[in-house]
C-alpha cells in the first residue's frame, strides 16, 4: 500500500501532502524534509525508484513540481508512477492544463480528486470518467447549495452525464 | 490521451496569466482566495507569519464572537486555518467549528468538514468520538455522496476508535448496497466501503468480523464494475493473508478475472486493466499454484499471454504505455518466481528480464535487476541468471545512478555460489576502490559474506577481508573484524598465514585502525607461529605494533594492551620490554581509566605469576562456538523502518565500556582480547568466553560454598540410596532432564543430595563437545568415581577424569561426539561412586539428540516452497497433532525453534501465527535438510508440526523430539 504521497515545488515547498499511515506531525516533517532534499539532490534521467529506509519512494518530476510517493518493499514501483500520471491527467483535464498555482489556489479540490483515485493507500478507481464523473457530481451539489435558485437544481444531480 | 500536463514552457504563462489569482472551479470562497494571494505576495518569511498572524487572529475572534457564524463563513475560515497549517504552521482552534460543519447538510460545508477533519486531526483528538457520531450519521444517509464522504473520511483517519465504532456498519455497505440508489452510486459506495474496511482491519483487526459475508466478499472478484472489483480485490488480498484457507476460493475467481480483465474505461495506455491485474496477480501469490489443473492451466496461458505480449512491437510510444505493460509483466514474473514450479515460464522470465538488463529505460533496467535478484534463488533459473553476470558487472561499473548499482550489487550477491564466487568477489572488490560513501558498508558486509561462505581455501578468505580493510577501512564494522578472527581461530590450518599477512599489513606506513585491530589479536594469538623467521621475530613483532599504538584509540590500544601480555607468555625474552612500556606513565597513570586498569593488572600479573600460571591466564582461545554469522545478522537489520527514525537517538556507548561488555552480551563476537582480570579465577572466565553464555552455565553447575553446608546440615547420612531405576533402566528423573535439553545446550542435567551434574555443550557442523561438571555436594570424599559412556549409533569419547572428588568440589569432564549417521537413541551416561561407605550408580541420558548437529538455514518464501513440495513422498514427512504443554506464547516458542537449531522464517507462511522454520543437519560426509511448520490452534490449545525432510527416518526423529517441548 502506498504510505504517503508528497507534491513539492522545485525550490522544496510542500503543495500538497497526503499520508496514509498515521504518524505523528514531527515525524511527518522529518519524513518531509529528508525526503525533499533526497530527490530535490537527484540528476534528471536518474532512476525514478529509490530505496528509502524500508521504503521505495517513486517520483516524477511535472515541469515544476515533483510527484515523490512511498510504497512498501511488495508494491509495484512501475504502476505507481502511473498512479502520479493518471492523477496529474485528472487534475490537467479539471482544470484545464493545470499548472502549480492552481494547486495551491485549489488545494481542497486537489484532495478531494486524490480520495478518489486512492483510498486508504490502494488504487480504487482507475477510469478516467469514472473519477471525473464523480468530481462533477460534487460540484454540482455546490453551485446547487451555494445558489439554490439556479437552473441546475431542477436537473438534478444523478442523471447528469 | 490526455495532453501533455505541467509543461514546462507553461511556467512562463503562468506567470502573466495566473501571478494575481488563477481562474476557479467550483465553489468560490472569495476571502480564501485573497488570503492566499496575500502570502504568496509577501517578500520574506517575516512577513508571511505577521500574514498569518493577522489572519489568525481573525479567525479567532470570529469565531468568538457573539454572532453565530453562517455554514459559509464557518467552511471559509475553516479552509484558511487548513491553509496555514499545511504551510507548515500549528493550528490549535477551529476543531470544534470544522466537527460542527459535519452536520450542516449542505454537501461543500459537510466536504471541507470532513477534508479539515481528515487532514488534522490526530487519532487520540477528544473530539474523535464526536466525528465517529458524525461518521454514522452520514453513513446512513440515503444521499450516496454523503455515505462516500464518510467512509473516505472514516479510511483517512483509520484509527483504533474508529474501528471500534463503525466496524459493524462498513461490512454491511459493502455486501448490500442501498436501496432505491442507482446502480452506479452503489457501485461507488462499494468501491470505498472496500478500501475503508481494508483501512481498519490494518489498525485494528480485532474489531472487524466479516465471518459470514466471506463468500459474498470473494465474489465481488466477479462483480460487473471493475472499479468495484479493483477496490475489492486488495482488500481481499489482506483477508487472505489473515486466513488463507477461509479464502481459498478466490483463487480460481481471480485466475478467471485475470484472463478477462478487459474493459474500455480501464484501458490505460492501450494496456488492459493495469492496476486490476496487478493487484491480481499479486493476490495469487498468496497461494501455492492453483491444484485444479483447469485453473492452472487458465492461469499458465494469462501468465504465456503476458510474456507474449512484452515481445510484440508496443502499441503506443507513450512511455505510460510501457510502464503499464512492463508494470503487468514484472507482476506477472513476480507470481512466476512465487510458483517456482514451471522451469520453462521461468526461464522465460529469466530471458524477458536479461533483455530490460539492457534496455534504454533506467527504470527498467533497475527494476530487472531487482527482479532477477528473485530468479536467481530459484534453482530452476539459478543457472540462467548467471549468464548475465558480465552484464551485470558491466551495470555496476557504467550505471550512472547510484541506486541502479546498488541493485547490480545485490544482484551479484544473489548469483554468487561456489563456481563464480572468486570472479564475483574480485569484481566488487575492484569497485569498491571506487563506490560510493552511501553503499560500501553494505557492499563490505556482502563481500565478507560470499568469501566466507564459498571460501574453498581459507587463506583467500583472509586475504579478501584484510583487502576489505585496506580498502574501505572506515566501512568495516566490528562484525566483519570480528569474524574474520573467529574464523582464524576456528580453523589451524590458515593461522600460520594469518599471522604471516597481518603482519604484512602492518608495515603499510597508513593502515587502518581496524587492521590494527585484527593485526594485534591474530598476532597476540599466533605471533609465535611466524616468530621463527628473523624478518617477524618476537622484537619485531612488538615494536611494529607498538609503532601503532600511539596513532589508535582507546578502544584499540585497549586491545594492543592485551596482545603485550600475550606475547608476554608466548615469548618470555621481551617480557623485559614490555613491561617497561606498561610501566610508562602513559600507560600507568594515563587519563582513560580502563587503559590505567589494563596496564596496572597486566604488569602486575606478568611480575607475579609463574610460567605455569601465565601460560594459563593466556592460553590460546578456545575455539568460537559456530552459529549463524553475525554479519549476516548485521546485513539484514541494516535498514531502519521509517518510525525508527524518530527515535535515532540511540546512546552511544563509550568505546572501552562497548568492548568490555562484548564479553558478556553477544554470542558471535569474539571478546577483543579478554584477559580475565587478576582477580578472577581464571578457568570461570575461560569458560566464559567459550559459550558466551547467557543460559545457565557455571554459576549453577558450580554451586556457591554457601548452599553446600545446607545441603550438607540437611541431608547428610539420610540420603536415599540412587540406586533406584526406572523401567528403562534409567535413574528416575532422567528422562525428564533428557528432555529439558532438546532445545538448549546448557544446564544441569542432575541434582540430588549428593551430586550435582551440569552440562555445557557446543556443536559445530558433526561434531560437538560436552564439559559435563560433576560437583560433590556432600561434606565427605567421593572415591572410585567412575564414568561409562554406552552408545550404539554415534562416536562418543569421554576424557577420562579422577577417581575423586573431594567434598565441596567439582570436576570438569570434556566428551567429544561425532554424528556418524541420523540416531534416535541417546547415549547413557553410567556415573558410580563410594560415598561415605555407600556405593551410588546412576543411569542418566547424555543430552545429545540428532537435532543439535542441526544449523539454522535461512531461505525465502520461493525456495521454501519449492523444497518443500519437493519433499512429497509419505516418508519424508512426520505429521504430529498434540496438546499444548504450556500456555501459546509466540517469543517462547521462537525461542524454542531457534534452540532446537532451525530458523525462524518469517513471512513465509500466509498465517502469521504459524511458525516455519528450516535447517540442516550435520551428519559425517552429508548433510539433511528439514523443513518445519508449527501451527498453533490457540482456541482449541492444539498444535499441528509438520515435519519434512528427505531422509526418510529424519522426519519423525526430529517429530518425536520437538512433539514435546511446546
Redesign the interface.
Known sequence: ?M?FMLLFSRQGK?R??KW?I??????K???TRELVALVLS??P???????W???KVVYKR????YFCC?IEA?D????T???I??Y??L?????G??????I??????A??ML?ELL????????????VLK?IA???L??????EPKSLLEEMGF?SGP | ???S????S??S??LTK?AT??A?????MRGL?VF?SDI?NCKSKEAEIKRINKELANIRSKFKGDKTLDGYHKKKYV?KL??IF?L?H?IDFGYMEAVNLLSSN????K??GY?FIS?MI??NNDLIKLVIKSIKNDLASPNP?HVNLA??CT?????KEMAEGLGNEIPKLLVTGMEKS?RE?ID?VK??AA??L??LL??SPEYIQIGEWSSRVIHLLNDQH??VV??AA?LIEALVKKNPEEYKGCVSLAVSRLSRANLQ??T?YFVP????S??LL?LLQNYPPPEDPAVRTRLTECLETILNKAQEPPKSKKI?HG??K??VL??AINLIIHMDSDPNLLVRACNQLGQFLQHRE??L???ALESMCLLATSEFSHEAVKKHQETVVNSLKTE??V??R?RAVDLLYAMCDKTNAEEIVGEMLEYLETADYSIREEMVLKVAILAEKYAVDYTWYVDVILNLIRISGDYVSEEVWYRVIQIVINRDDVQGYAAKTVFEALQAPACHENMVKVGGYILGEFGNLIAGDPRSSPLVQFQLLHSKYHLCGPATRGLILSTYIKFVNLFPEIKSTIQDVLKSDNNLRNSDVELQQRSVEYLQLSTVASTDVLATVLEEMPPFPERESSILAKLKKK????????ENKEPKQPMPQAQMSNNVNTHNTPPPLSVPAASNPPSAAASDDLLGLNSPGPSQAAPSAGSFLLDVFDTVGSSPPTNGVDSNGLTPGAEESFKKFICKNNGVLFENDLLQIGVKSEYRQNLGRLGIFYGNKTSFQFSGFSIDTHCSQITCTPKPVGTTIESGAQVQQVINIECITEFSDAPLLIISFMCNGNSHRLNLKLPVMFSKFSEPAEMDSATFFARWKGLSQPNQECQKVFKAKFPIDTEQNKTKMLGFGISILEGIDPNPDNYVSAGVIHIKGSQVGCLVRLEPNKNAQMYRLTIRASKPPVPNILADLLEHQF
Open positions: 500500500m504510505q510542500l500538497l501532502q496514509y498515521a504518524h505523528p506531525d514531527k515525524l516533517k522529518k519524513i537527484r540528476k534521467k536518474m532512476c525514478s525508484f529509490l530505496e529506509k524500508d521504503l511535472y515541469a515544476s513540481l512511498a511488495e509495484n514501483e512501475l504502476l508512477l502511473e498512479v500520471h493518471r496529474v491527467e487534475l490537467d483535464k479539471y482544470f492544463s493545470v499548472c502549480e498555482l492552481d495551491i489556489f485549489n488545494f481542497e479540490k484532495y478531494f480520495d483510498l486508504g493507500g490502494e488504487v480504487q478507481e482507475t477510469s478516467k470518467k469514472n464523480a457530481a460534487q460540484d451539489l455546490q453551485e446547487e447549495s451555494e444523478v | 490521451m490526455g495532453g500536463t505541467f509543461c514546462a507553461k511556467v504563462r503562468d495566473k489569482m488563477p476557479v472551479k467550483g465553489d468560490n482566495l492566499i504568496r479552509c487548513l491553509f499545511l507548515g500549528d449542505r454537501y461543500t460545508e466536504q471541507i477534508l487532514v490526530s487519532a455522496v467512509l473516505q479510511a483517512n483517519i483509520g484509527s442507482l452510486t461507488s468501491q470505498s478500501l475503508t481494508l483501512r490494518r489498525t471493475l472499479g479493483t477496490s486488495s474505461d480501464y490505460y486493466a493495469p492496476w486490476l496487478v493487484k499479486r505510460q510502464n503499464a512492463n508494470a514484472n507482476e533506467t527504470n533496467r533497475y527494476l550512472r545512478d541506486s541502479v546498488q535498514k531502519p523502518t521509517v518510525t525508527e527514525q524518530a
